[in-house]
C-alpha cells in the first residue's frame, strides 16, 4: 500500500496495446523490451507479488505457454488486459518467423498500429548495431508506413479548439495541419525520476512563454501529464509522444513538411533529449543553441580531458574504458578510491565509489544495463574537498555567471543531495576568481550558447593554505582548517589553492530555476531566446561590461533537498555519488544560519534547539568534530558519543556520555533513539566498511524522525541553523519584496 514511485508517463494510442507500448517505451528506463534479464526460478513470485520488472516476467509467462487463467489467477490482474498482452506477445511471435526482406507490409504496418517501435522491431530482426533502427525507418518509408497525427479536442466539440494536443498513430487521416510559421521545437524531460525532474519542466516552460513571446511558434515534445510543459496552452502544439529518436524524428519531419524551419532545442530537458542530440542532427534536424559536437565532447572524456589540458585547467585524473579488464587496470593507474560510472546519465544512476578491485569487477557486470553504446567512466575520487556549482549563460562570446553555489556536503555526495548556498559562504575571494576565469575559458572553448553548468572540486588543503581573502566567514573556522584525507596529501605540494573540474555540462542544470529565483533573472528564458541568434549583450549589458556575477542582494539563498526516506523503510539514509532525493525547497534570510535553518524545516528535517546530540564519526573524521561538538555544547546541548569520538572528544576537555556500538553491546545508540533521549545524529561514514557500518542507527533514527547528518561540513551548517533559531531569527519575506529592495538599493 506504500507508494514507491517518483514520476510516471502518459501515451495516447487508438488501441490499448498501443497506448501501453508507447507508455512503456516512454518510460526512458535504458533497457530494451525484450532484453530484459529474467530469472526463471522466480517467476511464480515475481507475478504474483507487484513488482517493476513484472510486464516482463507476464511476457515472459506467455512465450513459455502459461494460459491467460493461470497467469489472471497469480497475478490477479483482469483477463481482458492478459489477453491484449498475449496479443501482443503473438505479434512478436509473427515477427520472428520473417526476416526484414521478406516480412508481408501488412504485418509490419499491423505490428505499428500495436505499438511496436523500430528499435524493438530491429531487435526482433538482429539489425544489431547503431544503424538498425534506421535501416527500420527507410524500410517502412519505402512501403509507406508512416505515422499521422491525431487532436485531443481541448473543447470537446462545443467551439472550435485553438490550443489542441497531438499523438501519433498508424491510420490513415492525419488532423495535425502543420503551419508555415517559422516554429521551434522544445523536447521536454519525460517521467520524473530522482536526477531528473520539474526543475527541467520550469526550463521547458520558460523557453516556451519566452519564445511564443518572440514570435515564434512553440511545439513541446513531452509525455509526462504531471507537468505544465503537457498543459494544452503552454505551448502553441503538444505532442504527447515519448521522446525517443523515433518519436520525435516523425514529429520533427512532420511539422517541416509545410515548408517552415523547425529549430529543435534540447538544452533544457535533462539528460534525455541530450542522449537524442548526435541522432537528430546525424538524421538531418537542425538542433539550435549549443552544437550536438560540443555536447558530446564535453561527455567524452578522452577528448574533454584533453581541451582542459589545452586550457590549463586541473582535472582529477580520469579514464574511460569498455571492459572489466580495462576497469581494473584504469582503477590501478589513477590510484583507489575511484568513481565509477556510465556515462550519459543523470543524476548519478548507478554510480558508486570504488576502494577495491572487487567493486569494480562486479560493477561492469551490471553497467551494461544502464550504458549498453556508451564506456563507463572511471574519475579519481576526491574525498576531502567542498563542491562547487556555477551556473552560466553564454552567446558563443561574452558569459555572464548566473551563480556560484557552495555545496554543503562534501564532494562525494552527488550535487542534487547536497544542499548548497548562494552566494558561496566560505570560498576565498582568489579561488572564486579562478573559477569565473576556468568557466568563461570552457564556453568559449565549448561554443556554448544558452546555458552551462560546470561542477568544481576545492581541496580543503587548497582553501587552509591558499589565497587569503574569504568573505564573511558565517560557516565556522574548522570548515577552513581541517586536515586534508589521504587522497590529497598525496597531491599537498601542487594542491595549493587548486581548484579541480569535476564535469561540465552544456545544458540547463537542476539549479537553474533556484538561481533564477535567487536572482530575479530568468535564465531560462534568456537561454531560449540566446538560442534563436539573440546576443547576451540585450539583456545583461551591466554584468557583461563589469565582469560581475548576477546579484543575489544581500540576502542568502539555501537549497536543500527532500528525501523519501519513509517511502522506503530499511534502505540506509547515507548519502553517495548516487542521487537519492526526489525534491527540494529554498530558504531565503539574511544570513546564512537562518537560510539554512528555514530550508531544514521546509524539507521537513525540524532542527532542535535542546538536547542531546549523538556524534559517532570516522577516524578521518576526528580532528574536525572537537570544534563542531563545541559549538553545540556552546548552545546547551549535552554530548553522547561512542568510544573513538568520545576519546577525540574528552581530549579536548568536553563532557561527553559514552556508549556502545550497535555491534559492541548495549547501551547503544539504538537503544536511546527509541527511548527518545538523542534529538539530533551526526554518523559520518568513510572508506568501504564504515559506509555500511552502524545502518542501523540512522533506519532508527527514519522510524524516530531524528534529524541526521552524515558529513561534518553539513553538521557545521546545521549549528549555524540551530544559533539561529534560538535567537528567534525566523522572517518570512516574500521574494517579490526581496527583488524590489535590491532594485531600489541598486538605483
Not at 574511460?320 to 543523470?346: D, H, N
Not at 586536515?483 to 573540474?501: C, F, I, M, N, T
Amino acid at each position: 500500500p506504500q507508494m514507491k514511485s517518483v514520476g510516471e508517463v502518459m501515451a495516447i494510442g487508438r488501441t490499448f496495446k498501443e497506448a501501453l507500448q508507447k507508455g512503456v517505451r516512454a518510460l526512458d528506463t535504458g533497457k530494451k523490451v525484450g532484453s530484459e534479464k529474467i530469472e526463471p526460478k522466480i517467476l511464480t513470485q515475481r507475478l504474483v507479488t507487484p513488482h517493476p520488472e513484472r510486464l516482463s516476467y507476464v511476457r515472459y509467462a506467455l512465450r513459455q505457454g502459461h494460459t491467460i487463467k493461470q497467469i489472471a489467477k497469480m497475478t490477479s490482474i483482469d483477463p481482458w488486459f492478459l489477453y491484449q498482452l498475449k496479443e501482443i506477445n503473438d505479434m512478436q511471435l509473427e515477427l520472428e518467423k520473417h526476416p526484414m526482406e521478406s516480412v508481408p507490409v501488412e504485418i509490419v504496418r499491423e505490428a505499428k498500429r500495436m505499438g511496436f517501435s523500430d528499435g524493438r522491431l530491429a531487435l526482433t530482426w538482429r539489425l544489431d548495431g547503431k544503424g538498425g533502427q534506421e535501416k527500420v525507418r527507410h524500410f517502412r518509408k519505402k512501403h509507406n508506413i508512416k505515422p499521422v497525427y491525431k487532436r485531443v479536442d481541448t473543447c470537446a466539440a462545443e467551439f472550435e479548439s485553438y490550443t489542441p494536443y497531438l499523438y501519433s498513430t498508424y491510420e490513415e487521416e492525419d488532423e495535425a495541419a502543420p503551419t508555415a510559421k517559422k516554429k521551434v521545437v522544445i523536447l521536454g524531460s519525460g517521467p520524473n525520476r530522482i536526477g531528473q525532474g520539474i526543475e527541467f519542466d520550469y526550463c521547458c516552460c520558460h523557453a516556451a512563454y519566452a519564445l511564443r513571446e518572440d514570435g515564434y511558434e512553440t511545439i513541446m515534445i513531452n509525455c509526462n501529464p504531471e507537468t505544465v510543459s503537457t498543459d494544452y496552452d503552454t505551448s502553441d502544439r503538444l505532442y504527447f509522444e515519448p521522446l525517443t529518436l523515433e518519436d520525435v524524428f516523425a514529429i520533427c519531419e512532420h511539422e517541416a513538411s509545410a515548408g517552415a524551419p523547425v529549430g529543435v532545442i534540447v538544452q533544457f530537458g535533462g539528460q534525455t533529449p541530450l542522449n537524442l542530440s548526435l541522432p537528430l542532427k546525424a538524421a538531418g534536424i537542425n538542433i539550435i543553441g549549443t552544437t550536438p559536437e560540443s555536447i558530446d565532447l564535453a561527455e567524452d572524456r578522452k577528448r574533454f580531458g584533453k581541451l582542459l589540458e589545452e586550457l590549463d585547467i586541473p582535472q582529477a585524473p580520469g579514464a574511460m574504458v569498455t571492459s572489466a579488464e580495462g576497469a581494473v587496470e584504469a582503477a590501478k593507474q589513477i590510484g583507489f578510491p575511484v568513481l565509477v560510472r556510465p556515462s550519459y546519465v543523470l543524476g548519478g544512476r548507478a554510480m558508486v565509489i570504488a576502494y577495491d578491485e572487487d567493486t569494480i569487477t562486479q560493477y561492469m557486470k551490471q553497467a551494461v544495463e544502464y550504458s549498453q553504446d556508451r564506456p563507463v567512466l572511471i574519475d579519481k575520487f576526491l574525498e576531502d574537498a567542498i563542491e562547487v556549482d556555477v551556473d552560466a549563460l553564454s552567446d558563443g562570446e561574452d558569459v555572464v555567471i548566473g551563480g556560484i553555489m557552495q555545496h554543503i556536503e562534501e564532494a562525494g555526495i552527488h550535487s542534487g543531495d547536497s544542499s548548497c548556498v548562494l552566494p558561496a559562504v566560505d570560498i576565498p575571494e582568489p579561488l572564486l576568481n579562478r573559477m569565473r576565469e576556468y568557466t568563461f575559458k570552457l564556453a568559449r572553448a565549448l561554443k556554448v550558447i544558452g546555458l552551462m553548468n560546470v561542477q568544481f572540486a576545492i581541496p580543503r588543503h587548497g582553501i587552509a593554505n591558499g589565497a587569503t581573502g574569504a568573505h564573511d566567514t558565517h560557516v565556522g573556522t574548522a570548515a577552513l582548517d581541517r586536515p586534508s584525507g589521504a587522497e590529497l596529501r598525496s597531491h599537498a605540494a601542487d594542491a595549493h589553492g587548486k581548484v579541480y573540474v569535476l564535469e561540465v555540462n552544456p545544458r540547463a542544470s537542476r539549479t537553474v530555476p533556484y538561481v533564477s529565483k535567487a536572482t530575479g533573472v530568468p535564465l531560462a528564458k534568456i537561454a531560449a531566446r540566446l538560442m534563436t541568434g539573440r546576443k547576451l549583450r540585450e539583456f545583461l549589458p551591466e554584468y557583461i561590461e563589469r565582469g560581475e556575477d548576477l546579484d543575489t542582494g544581500r540576502n542568502f539563498f539555501v537549497k536543500s533537498p527532500v528525501f523519501p526516506w519513509s517511502k522506503f523503510p530499511g534502505v540506509d539514509t547515507v548519502l553517495g555519488p548516487e542521487m537519492r532525493s526526489t525534491g527540494e525547497v529554498m530558504g531565503v534570510a539574511d544570513n546564512f544560519g537562518e537560510a539554512f535553518a528555514k530550508a531544514q524545516l521546509a524539507a521537513g528535517q525540524k532542527l532542535p534547539t535542546q538536547g542531546t546530540v549523538f556524534i559517532s564519526v570516522t577516524d578521518h573524521d576526528k580532528p574536525g568534530v572537537v570544534e563542531v561538538a563545541r559549538r553545540f555544547v556552546d548552545m546547551g546541548f549535552k554530548l553522547v558519543a561512542t568510544h573513538g569520538t568520545a576519546d577525540k572528544l574528552e581530549e579536548a576537555g568536553l563532557i561527553v556520555d559514552r556508549v556502545y556500538k550497535v555491534k559492541e553491546g548495549r547501551p547503544n545508540p539504538v537503544d536511546l533513539i527509541k527511548a527518545d533521549r538523542i534529538q539530533l545524529i551526526i554518523n559520518t561514514p568513510h572508506g568501504p566498511d564504515p559506509y555500511f557500518d552502524e545502518k542501523a542507527i540512522r533506519r532508527a533514527a527514519v522510524t524516530g524522525r531524528i534529524p541526521t547528518i552524515t558529513t561534518l561540513s553539513a553538521a557545521r551548517a546545521a549549528a549555524e541553523g540551530i544559533a539561529a533559531l534560538q535567537r528567534g531569527e525566523v522572517r518570512v519575506q516574500s521574494l517579490q519584496s526581496l527583488h524590489a529592495e535590491r532594485r531600489v538599493s541598486q538605483v
